[in-house]
């Protein structure tokens, strides 16, 4: 006999049980592909969650289970959303369900809408009649409300008590006359902050502007999926331009997703767009709380909502005919995911534009130099903006040799001409920026006696000396903190001694220095609370500080006017990382925060403080000159076969015993030499390893770590997924995780 059959994939599973389980469709119950599902799962019949893959009639060969429940249908997957599960399961290596939940949130799954008491009026009710014979001392407030109510249908009831001054027993007294009536309705929550009438006027755009918005508009018009790249310098107006963008694609019914790397810049962002769209905009990040990143995801769902804000993750939000991604920042590191689900934003927002024949939009100052590649080469359309806005100039920079001002004083951060410069702008009123990308207030302790060096118990990294309202030592993989001890722990000798620099030295160093300066230090350390970014951005916009210190959080597109002057204090850090990629990260890092100054009438000034003057990084960044920083570092990648000119994947094996994650890489290294020799010998791949991780131990992990060079094809893929079967088969306990693509090692 025919039934209806659900066929369900798992939204927590392993890989090795990452497949289609049949379940009875229950008759009451609609049930769709990419419905959520609640199921009964094993021989105890635990609950869990799962994706309707397909339904179909057909006699099941055997007796199966009932499906338990099914959840609304706004919280369901798309059809391009379950496309998009797909693409990423063959090419991440992920489950099916690693890639929905990215997509649902649990609080989706889990958690009902928030409810409120709303008070209506009771039908055929007059105000003035109602209450013509009551001789209550709060009358007034009571007839006031019920007036409110026969103008507007209904209200909150904590805005009634908040409006007319009425507590919980006189709302209820007004029920029991049976004067109104109390109803629970779904209230969303929202995240969105005020706005003033005036940011809600967009200026007209220059003819640079318009120039590079009409070529963007035409390329749209095509309505072919498409991308392009809208390069520009610092200041230069591409936020504009963007927006403009924005404007043409909503005025034609279609929907946008406005990304940006960091929570930190979420706020100027978000004032833009509520400015400009109202209450159309939903925001997407990391530091929603539960209820409102559900509320969110629902209300995109509905329709409600047709532009998202957001981080990287916001680039799953469930927009119905999407038209437009918008990037900016596009080459921040911060787009790419190093959690379980190891994606890039850029790779999902190009297959989403693919699948709904939407555009996608790429911004920066300082372009990723595979995407810079990928406009050179046609892929992308290159839009330039070489001048920036209005009457605001690029910043003079200084490059400031450090080396005799050290070798007098090594304890000193500040040089003496950067403290001249921040002197003047304390004496103008001005704001300075001072970028040092490392946190803490010593990087290291170490024992004078014997050499130790305090490191952490859980990673294989020394700890950092942090200066709160005691001194403590902390590690800034696991987070393991402990108080600085008196004397060492493996001698007992009482010279413990600190080395190297942090951003608290730094600040302490202003406060000896400028002790009447105003200074507001950004960094992990005290953006922690919720809105904690959003309170420091803000205190500095509204002038509360006269210096800004931080990490690069502060480099990237924040807008201060008043900014004139910005110091990187100890750039050197940047430049000599284990990285293919680094000069390319601090070429645009020093780019970026020198934009930072003279964005309005007042003439800007940076200065790099360095022990290497002659590095070319600084005087191309100093320049703005990517173009020439792009032909060096491309012609390296092409001689290195580096990306783009190749892939790369690393394969980590991981596990709380040594030795076991010594086997498993032999046992690995083995299953891929068995596998190019036989079934995959059409297969070329560079494999480097296996190595140590450069953090070996982390959280009492440790790592091991296979580097592999190919070409991404569908037939490597195979490989890659084969090998992960194969490695899941043999028995070894140390886990292993692949990550794919861009932003590796």
Request: charged share 25%; hydrophobic share 40%.
């Amino acid at each position: 006999m025919e039934q209806t059959i659900a066929r369900v994939r798992l939204l927590s599973t392993a890989k090795a049980t990452d497949r289609e389980y049949d379940y009875l469709c229950p008759v009451s119950v609609a049930v769709s592909r990419g419905s959520v599902v609640c199921i009964p799962f094993g021989k105890g019949d635990r609950t869990r969650y799962g994706i309707v893959t397909d339904v179909v009639r057909e006699a099941p060969a055997m007796a199966l289970k009932e499906i338990c429940s099914v959840l609304p249908q706004e919280v369901g997957l798309s059809e391009e959303l379950f496309a998009l599960c797909d693409h990423l399961r063959s090419h991440l290596f992920c489950t099916f369900g690693d890639a929905a939940r990215a997509i649902l949130p649990s609080p989706v799954y889990r958690k009902e809408a928030k409810k409120e008491a709303f008070l209506t009026l009771t039908a055929d009710v007059v105000p003035e009649e109602a209450l013509a014979s009551f001789r209550g001392k709060n009358k007034e407030k009571y007839l006031s409300l019920l007036r409110h109510l026969s103008l507007t249908g209904s209200v909150r009831e904590r805005t009634c008590k908040e409006l007319f001054g009425l507590d919980s027993g006189g709302i209820a007294l007004l029920v029991k006359k049976g004067l109104v009536a109390v109803e629970m309705e779904e209230c969303l929550r929202e995240a969105l902050p005020e706005v003033s009438e005036k940011a809600a006027t967009p200026s007209p755009l220059s003819p640079a502007q318009e120039k590079a918005y009409l070529s963007l508009k035409a390329q749209f018009d095509e309505s072919l999926p498409s991308a392009a790249l809208l390069y520009g310098v610092t200041g230069s107006g591409k936020t504009r331009v963007m927006l403009a963008l924005c404007d043409y694609v909503l005025s034609l019914g279609k929907t946008v997703l406005y990304l940006v790397p960091e929570i930190a810049l979420t706020r100027q962002s978000a004032h833009l767009l509520t400015a400009r769209y109202g209450d159309r905009v939903a925001v997407l990040h990391s530091a929603l709380s539960e209820g409102e990143r559900r509320d969110a995801y629902v209300a995109i769902r509905r329709g409600e909502k047709k532009v998202v804000l957001g981080t990287r993750s916001a680039v799953f939000a469930p927009l119905d005919d999407l038209g437009l991604i918008v990037i900016d920042e596009e080459q921040d590191q911060s787009y790419k995911s190093d959690t379980m689900l190891k994606y890039h934003a850029r790779d999902v927002a190009r297959f989403r534009c693919a699948k709904s024949r939407a555009m996608l939009l790429l911004a920066s100052a300082t372009p990723d130099v595979e995407s810079y590649q990928k406009a050179k080469e046609g892929k992308y359309r290159l839009v330039t903006l070489t001048d920036r806005y209005g009457t605001a100039e690029l910043p003079r920079v200084q490059i400031v040799d450090l080396r005799r001002e050290l070798r007098e004083d090594p304890s000193r951060l500040l040089g003496s001409r950067l403290r001249e410069e921040l002197a003047h702008n304390l004496e103008a009123g001005e704001q300075s920026i001072l970028l040092m990308n490392r946190r803490g207030y010593r990087r290291f302790v170490s024992c004078l006696d014997c050499g130790t060096v305090l490191r952490c118990p859980n990673c294989s990294v020394s700890l950092t000396l942090h200066n709160g309202k005691s001194k403590y030592l902390s590690c800034h993989y696991c987070g393991h903190a402990t108080p600085l001890p008196e004397s060492c722990p493996e001698c007992g000798g009482a010279h413990l001694s600190p080395h190297g620099y942090g951003i608290q030295q730094l600040q302490e160093e202003l406060k000896e220095v400028f002790p009447k300066a105003r200074v507001i230090r950004m960094d992990s350390d005290t953006t922690t609370a919720k809105n904690g970014c959003d309170e420091l951005i803000s205190a500095f916009q509204e002038g509360q500080a006269d210096i800004l210190i931080g990490t690069q959080m502060v480099a990237k597109g924040h807008n201060f006017p008043n900014v004139t002057l910005v110091g990187v204090v100890s750039a050197d850090s940047a430049l000599y990382l284990s990285d293919y990629r680094a000069a390319e990260h601090a070429f645009s890092l020093f780019t970026q925060v020198i934009g930072r100054a003279g964005r309005a009438e007042k003439k800007g000034r940076a200065l790099i403080q360095t022990l290497n003057p002659r590095h070319n990084v600084f005087s191309m960044a100093a320049s703005q000159d990517y173009e020439a920083f792009f032909e060096g570092e491309i012609a390296l990648r092409r001689a290195f076969q580096f990306p783009p000119f190749c892939q790369m994947a690393v394969f980590t094996l991981a596990g709380e015993n040594e030795g076991d994650v010594s086997r498993a890489a032999v046992t690995f290294s083995h299953l891929m030499e068995t596998a190019l020799k036989s079934d995959f010998s059409d297969v070329k791949l560079i494999i480097y390893g296996p190595f140590e991780a450069t953090v070996y131990r982390v959280k009492n992990i440790y790592r091991k770590r296979f580097i592999i060079k190919f070409k991404n094809n569908a037939r490597t893929r195979t490989l890659f997924d084969t090998l992960l079967t194969r490695y899941g088969e043999s028995g070894c306990t140390a886990g292993i995780g692949a990550d794919i693509g861009p932003g590796l090692i």
